[in-house]
């Protein structure tokens, strides 16, 4: 099970720290995503990480998003820094198998938190 939390209302150029706790599995031997869905959009990649801490990135996130993981807590996080009105999204966290970089990697899916950008 993944849980992820931390959204909430920021001004633009704001940050916040978004967490995925999980259960059930150990996120140091999954491929570990972030994803978003804007209102009226599709769900999109945002970043992935793989069990050795490798990391990638949707274009239009590159040097304002970092996805990092710590072992201990079993969580993932994605630090958003930097944030812009079109990052208003609902957020989720999922795990898979597979190339970390992938969208059709990741299967299990959390439930998500909403991030809303005021300008």
């Known amino acids: 099970q993944l849980q992820a939390s931390g959204g909430g209302l920021v001004q633009a150029r704001g940050s916040l720290r978004l967490s995925c706790a999980a259960s059930?599995?150990?996120?140091?031997?999954?491929?570990m995503g972030w994803f978003r869905q804007a209102p009226g959009k599709e769900r999109e990649f945002v970043a992935g990480?793989?069990?050795?801490?490798?990391?990638a990135y949707a274009d239009s996130v590159k040097g304002r998003f970092t996805i990092s993981r710590d072992n201990g807590k079993n969580t993932v996080y994605l630090q958003i820094n930097g944030l812009k009105p079109e990052d208003t999204a609902v957020y989720y966290c999922?795990?898979?198998?597979?190339?970390?970089?992938?969208?059709?990697?990741?299967?299990?899916w959390g439930q998500g938190t909403l991030v809303t950008v005021s300008s």
């Open positions: 999922a795990a898979g198998v597979g190339y970390y970089g992938s969208a059709s990697t990741y299967v299990d």
């Open positions: 059930g599995i150990f996120v140091s031997r999954y491929s």
């Open positions: 990480i793989n069990w050795s801490g490798d990391t």
